[in-house]
Every structure is written in structure tokens, then in C-alpha cells.
């Protein structure tokens, strides 16, 4: 077995079992190319293609089973080479974070101004995504690092490490009728129409979930896809806003209160991902060196 033979296998997946497309992808023969195929089959003793006459038609399940094995080995062999360039050029290149809004507009800023000041050479791209785009960006290989609460830690393709924990607060218009009631409990939130993240964005799920624990069903008035939008709508009266609590500040929401309600909601943990640990350990390493100064 060899590299070649890997390469040609994916190829002919790719050129729709098209020998003649495969040869000319790879710069070889045709015949070199079914050469290949035969030799690889006869080391492995099994078919890997199902063959009407001379032709390919598909894949046997050996096969199927083989090419996802495959593309693996190709995908890492492309990161084996981003790690030696990196190592070579530890200050320079270029690095992909696909992350949310939230993350992006509250979290990242002190981070990435630091990260810039150790690497100032290295292009960094912020990706703002959701939870589910961004994970199909970081498996696809188009993301380095992906930053999200949602979707990332089950993931089976991904090593992830906790980055930190946060919770939901409720925040209203000054002078609101439940700045009254203390302490704020969930039946006091759900007599008022509610403005909050839309289903998988920035832990919906754990204030779905902590209303439904309480048999309540609350008002859903208006979801969004970040804080700065529904700040917005709370501040012209149309409902009580639930966000992530580092999406508020006094200082800089003045005419909005922050209510004391973090015991109502679960923690949310926000996670950092990779697709490889070792191709870019280094670049996590100083991101996360940096988050942890703050």
C-alpha cells in the first residue's frame, strides 16, 4: 500500500469513477491508474469497486468504508504540512476562527487584541457563524478554531476544551414592573412577553429547559440571533429580554436594567474546538494563554 494508491482512490470517488478523469487529475496514465486499484485490491483481497464490464459503476462496502478511511489519512497528510509550516513560521500565516456573534462582540475583543500583540504577523479571520455552520466549517477544514456554546463539545471529529462558563440574565426597561419583585422568580418572568436568542443560538436550549422544568410556558414574543438586536426591542417596550450575561453593561446599556436572575438558568458552557489537536496546538496554546489574562 502507498500513498499514490490512496490518492487514486480518492480521486476516482471524486471523478465519479472516471479512470480516464482520475489520470489526468493525477498526471498518469490510465493504465497506471487501474494498475493501482488492482494491486491495492489484491493486497488487501477484496474488491473495492463495483465493475460493469471494464467500467466502474460504484462502490462495494469494503470500498465505502475504505475511502472514508481514506480521505482522512489525505486530510491529515495536508495538515502534517500546515504543522510544519507553522512550526517553521510560528509567527507568521494565517488563522481561522469560526465563532457567534456573542462570542465575537463580547467575549473575543480583549483576547484577540492580545493575541495580535504576541503574533501581529499572523492574518487572523473572525468567521461569525452559527453553532451548526461553524461545525461543518471546522470538520470541512475551511475554520482552524471554532468558539461556540452550541454544537461543539459532542461532536466525535472534534477535541474540545472548555474556554468558560456563563449564564443568562433577564434585563427590562427602566422602571419595569419586575424590578419590584425580589427575588425574580420564573412565574413572575412569564406574565410578560419575552425577547431571547433563536432555538440554538447562545444556550436556548438551558432557558427552554428551565421553564419547562417549572411546568411554565412563556411568551416568546421576538427571538434574535444576538444580544445587540434584542437589547434593542426590550429598550422600546416590547417585551423582557433574557441574553448572555456578559452581552450586558451598565455602563453601556444605560437605559436598560440587569435583573438579579442568574440562579433562575443553568450554567452554559462555552467550548474552544479544533479538528486536530496537533496541528494547531500552538496557535490554541496562545489563544488560550491570552484568555487567560482576563
Known amino acids: 500500500m502507498n500513498f499514490q494508491q490512496l490518492r487514486i482512490i480518492s480521486e476516482t470517488v471524486r471523478q465519479n469513477y472516471n479512470l480516464t478523469g482520475v489520470a489526468n487529475a493525477l498526471f498518469t496514465s490510465q493504465s497506471g491508474v487501474s494498475k493501482h486499484i488492482k494491486d491495492l485490491e489484491d493486497e488487501l483481497n477484496i474488491e473495492l469497486f463495483i465493475r460493469k464490464g471494464k467500467r466502474f459503476i460504484g462502490l462495494t462496502e469494503p470500498g465505502k468504508e475504505l475511502v472514508k478511511i481514506v480521505e482522512r489519512i489525505l486530510f491529515d497528510t495536508k495538515n502534517i504540512k500546515h504543522l510544519a509550516e507553522q512550526f517553521s513560521n510560528h509567527d ?10 456573542t462570542q465575537a462582540q463580547y467575549t473575543l475583543p480583549s483576547v484577540v487584541t492580545q493575541f495580535k500583540k504576541t503574533y ?34 459532542s461532536a466525535v471529529d472534534l477535541v474540545s476544551f472548555p474556554f468558560y462558563t456563563w449564564q443568562h440574565v433577564v434585563i427590562v426597561p427602566s422602571g419595569h414592573p419586575l424590578q419590584s419583585i425580589y427575588p425574580l422568580t420564573l412565574e413572575a418572568i412569564v406574565e410578560f412577553p419575552i425577547i431571547t436568542y433563536h432555538h440554538g443560538f447562545t444556550g436556548r436550549s438551558r432557558i427552554d429547559q428551565a421553564f419547562a422544568k417549572a411546568g411554565l410556558i412563556p411568551d416568546i414574543a421576538m427571538s434574535a440571533l444576538d444580544a445587540d438586536v434584542i437589547k434593542t426591542y426590550v429598550k422600546l417596550g416590547l417585551g423582557i429580554g433574557i441574553v448572555a450575561s456578559v452581552a450586558f453593561s451598565a455602563e453601556r446599556d444605560t437605559t436598560l436594567i440587569k435583573l438579579e436572575s442568574e440562579d433562575l438558568f443553568e450554567k452554559n458552557t462555552t467550548c474552544i474546538s479544533v479538528r486536530e489537536i496537533i496541528t494547531y496546538v500552538a496557535m490554541l496554546i496562545g489563544l488560550l494563554s491570552c484568555a487567560s489574562r482576563y
Request: glycine fraction near 12%.
Open 92 to 101: 507568521q500565516g494565517q488563522l481561522t476562527i469560526a465563532t457567534t456573534h
Open 120 to 153: 501581529p504577523k499572523v492574518h487572523l479571520i473572525l468567521h461569525q457563524s452559527s453553532p451548526g455552520e461553524l461545525l461543518s466549517m471546522l470538520i470541512g477544514g475551511q475554520a482552524d478554531i471554532g468558539i461556540a456554546t452550541e454544537a461543539l463539545e
